[in-house]
């Protein structure tokens, strides 16, 4: 079950699950249990985060900007504007080690989609190992 914490509407909401398939149920956190599995939030502030948090303790909290013109549905935020802006990648690295494997990830991908010259990349979403393991 996927809880939106964002205003959506039933036809962006139903667009969502049906892209999803048919594993996922796409509900307005105002009307899912505190058991959801996911809680999509747009870029909100630390604090909303854990407050959220607190009322979907099981959740992975995924914060999604989103710009569908089709749909009426904008919520960007501050990655959005920076890759807006000229940024080519955005790599969230939670240690040096695990900034120097993304890099070269994302670095040896360009190359190979590109045959070297440059590209826009976006955001690099891989899991995070836990702390131990980085």
């Known amino acids: 079950m996927v ?3 964002m205003r959506l509407s039933e036809s962006a909401r139903g667009k969502l699950s049906a892209e999803l398939g048919a594993d996922y149920i796409v509900i307005d956190m105002h009307a899912a249990p ?3 599995d996911v809680l999509l939030v ?3 502030s630390p604090q909303l985060i854990g407050n959220l948090r607190r009322s979907f303790p099981k959740a992975r909290v995924v914060v999604a900007e989103i710009d569908d013109a089709e749909l009426g549905v904008s919520y960007q935020g501050p ?3 920076l890759l807006d802006a000229g940024a080519t990648t ?3 690295s939670t240690t040096i080690p695990h900034l120097a494997k993304q890099l070269d990830r994302t670095v040896t991908h360009e190359r190979q989609l590109t045959g070297g010259a440059p590209a826009r990349l976006e955001i690099d979403a891989s899991p995070r190992p836990p ?3 980085e």
Do not use: I, N
Request: glycine share 0%.
């Open 90 to 92: 955005y790599l969230p």
């Open 79 to 81: 990655v959005r504007r």
């Open 42 to 44: 747009p870029p909100v």
């Open 3 to 5: 809880a939106t914490a």
């Open 34 to 36: 505190a058991t959801a």
């Open 131 to 133: 702390h131990d393991a």
